[in-house]
T-cell receptor
Framework: NAGVTQTPKFRVLKTGQSMTLLCAQDMNHEYMYWYRQDPGMGLRLIHYSVGEGTTAKGEVPDGYNVSRLKKQNFLLGLESAAPSQTSVYFC????????????FGPGTRLTVT | LAKTTQPISMDSYEGQEVNITCSHNNIATNDYITWYQQFPSQGPRFIIQGYKTKVTNEVASLFIPADRKSSTLSLPRVSLSDTAVYYCLVGDPLGSARQLTFGSGTQLTVLP
């Protein structure tokens, strides 16, 4: 039982390049989330999904797109990377009907030059 | 989602009890209080959650007064490995999106 995994762990992009971050969970959770964390700050919600085929905007959605084609996967895309998107990206999932607990992945460190 | 206020940092010594207080004056009736712990280069990890009075598990206790406008996370007999950032979050666990809002957290440093 791997929990929440993220691919890749590290990535360096040039301004204007695109990339996709993959999040996978094996806990059959309905809810999945993408956060970003800048140095010395808390996590900010980018996008989230309440079930397969659904997505919604969080606090800081601009410059990102997401897809949830399969229940176990949640993809975060950057179409045209900017230096302001340099950050650590965390994926999380939660699932129980009365559970508030989110399980987080190990993070992806992204640098945009 | 209710806003929370907690100290930026705290220092303690090994073996001491640490209490971190969080203020959440505009907490709603359906909101629960949840605490997460984050080590450097890792995702946050759930510690404890409560609605009122006192909740205790194997790692911490959570004290919530009757007015619920604040809460206190209590870590008994801390060790060096408890050095981490602790986040207090308030929200409705049965809300439609079950979103979490993280503040800046409290950096706890445990000294030898």
């Amino acid at each position: 039982n791997a929990g929440v995994t993220q691919t890749p762990k590290f990535r360096v992009l040039k301004t204007g390049q695109s990339m996709t971050l993959l999040c996978a969970q094996d806990m059959n959770h309905e809810y999945m989330y993408w956060y970003r964390q800048d140095p010395g700050m808390g996590l900010r919600l980018i996008h989230y999904s309440v079930g397969e085929g659904t997505t919604a905007k969080g606090e800081v959605p601009d410059g990102y797109n997401v897809s949830r084609l399969k229940k176990q996967n949640f993809l975060l895309g950057l179409e045209s990377a900017a230096p302001s998107q340099t950050s650590v990206y965390f994926c999380a999932s939660s699932g129980g009907p009365d559970s508030y607990e989110q399980y987080f992945g190990p993070g992806t460190r992204l640098t945009v030059t | 989602l209710a806003k929370t206020t907690q100290p930026i940092s705290m220092d303690s010594y090994e073996g001491q009890e640490v209490n971190i207080t969080c203020s959440h004056n505009n907490i709603a009736t359906n909101d629960y209080i949840t605490w997460y712990q984050q080590f450097p280069s890792q995702g946050p990890r759930f510690i404890i959650q409560g609605y009122k009075t006192k909740v205790t598990n194997e790692v911490a206790s959570l004290f919530i007064p009757a007015d619920r406008k604040s809460s206190t996370l209590s870590l008994p007999r801390v060790s060096l490995s408890d050095t981490a950032v602790y986040y207090c979050l308030v929200g409705d666990p049965l809300g439609s999106a079950r979103q979490l809002t993280f503040g800046s957290g409290t950096q706890l440093t445990v000294l030898p």
